[in-house]
């Protein structure tokens, strides 16, 4: 399956953002899929994954409460909606996939998107 990631952009401390993740290639219900993040100068870290129903979801410590993460499957796409932005969100946002239940971890992820950068200014 391929991934291309969308919508980053700058914004400021407060403020929300909406990240895509389009799918394409292969059977999208098949994959559960997750958001991870990587800071300048630091490692990727996991951010929200949704199962491949959309029916479970699970999110980092540090964005729950703030992010929310869904699915539409009939248009091959998952969505990270970010609301009370912070400085510390600022990274590039990557989407991934695998054929599996949503997990944590990234090196269980077969698929990769390109990666969408966010900004959050203070």
């Known amino acids: 399956v391929q991934l291309q990631a969308s919508g980053g952009g700058l914004v400021q401390a407060g403020g929300s953002l909406r990240v895509s993740c389009a799918a394409s290639?292969?059977?999208?219900?098949?994959?559960?899929v997750g958001w991870f993040r990587q800071a300048p100068g630091k490692e990727r870290e996991f951010v929200a994954a949704?199962?491949?129903?959309?029916?479970?979801?699970d999110y980092a410590d540090s964005v729950k409460g703030r992010f929310t993460i869904s699915r539409d499957n009939a248009k091959n796409t998952v969505v990270l909606q970010m609301d009370s932005l912070k400085p510390e969100d600022t990274a590039v946002y990557y989407c991934?996939?695998?054929?599996?239940?949503?997990?944590?971890?990234?090196?269980?992820?077969?698929?990769w998107g390109q990666g969408t950068l966010v900004t959050v200014s203070s």
């Open positions: 991934a996939a695998r054929s599996g239940m949503a997990v944590t971890h990234l090196n269980l992820y077969d698929f």
């Open positions: 290639g292969r059977t999208f219900s098949n994959y559960a």
């Open positions: 949704i199962s491949r129903s959309g029916a479970t979801t």
